[in-house]
């Protein structure tokens, strides 16, 4: 399958490489075509991908994934250009977290409404689905690195493209489809990105990112 990732940091660097590695046709995309971190992106995967803009890796990719920074990533959306996205799945793993020295991150977006509805909003055509955007890129590619069943998350107003985008996880990442949980309309984006300050502060007690959520369901009543 052909995947345009856009953005190169640690999630886009981690999801793009799993994504070769597991034998799909990948292009990363960033704000600049030759983009030095993207360059040493193409080092580490042998020269098995492509780089470019994000016009390039949107037109690209049957599937995008949008793996920017929540702050800027409409801005960098606006660069992938509408007519690229249109039509396609558009899997929004970008949580709007802004990064302060003196204060601890804060939701540039949050009540509401979110940055997934946002997308959702200016790219009417694009098949939008939030996913992946509730753990560490680690635990994103390899749910088995936490012990036992555990939880992801999925949200979207277009139901077939999140029944592909579960399947998609599950075969790219070996997620269970039993552990994928479909929380809605896309409007369920406020809560998932709103969980991150807790996020944070879990990682911060538990002094490691490898964790997830589990969810206990008792009796009705």
């Given at each position: 399958m052909k995947i345009g990732v856009l953005g190169t940091g640690m999630v886009g660097n981690t999801l793009a490489t799993k994504l070769v590695q597991?034998?799909?046709?990948?292009?990363m995309g960033s704000r600049d075509a030759k983009s030095p971190a993207a360059q040493e992106w193409l080092r580490s995967v042998g020269g098995k991908a492509k780089s470019g803009s994000f016009a390039d890796a949107a037109a690209f990719g049957e599937i995008v994934l949008n793996c920017t920074n929540g702050a800027n990533s409409m801005a960098a959306l606006r660069l992938a250009r509408s007519e690229n996205v249109g039509g396609k799945i558009l899997i929004d793993v970008a949580n709007p977290l802004q990064f302060t020295e003196d204060s601890p991150p804060s939701l540039t977006i949050c009540n509401t409404d979110?940055?997934?509805?946002?997308?959702?909003?200016?790219?009417?055509?694009?098949?939008?689905?939030?996913?992946?955007?509730?753990g560490n890129c680690g635990v994103m590619i390899n749910p088995s690195s936490v012990p036992g069943d555990h939880q992801l998350f999925i949200c979207g107003n277009d139901a077939g493209a999140k029944a592909?985008?579960?399947r998609h996880i599950s075969d790219w990442f070996g997620w269970k489809r039993q552990n994928i949980l479909d929380l809605g309309d896309i409007t369920a984006a406020r809560a998932t990105e709103m969980y991150l300050p807790l996020w944070l502060r879990l990682m911060s007690v538990l002094g490691t990112p490898q964790f997830n959520v589990r969810l206990a369901i008792g009796s009705k009543h």
């Open positions: 597991t034998g799909h046709d990948v292009t979110s940055l997934g509805e946002q997308i959702q909003r200016e790219f009417p055509q694009a098949r939008v689905v939030k996913a992946l955007n509730t592909d985008v579960a």
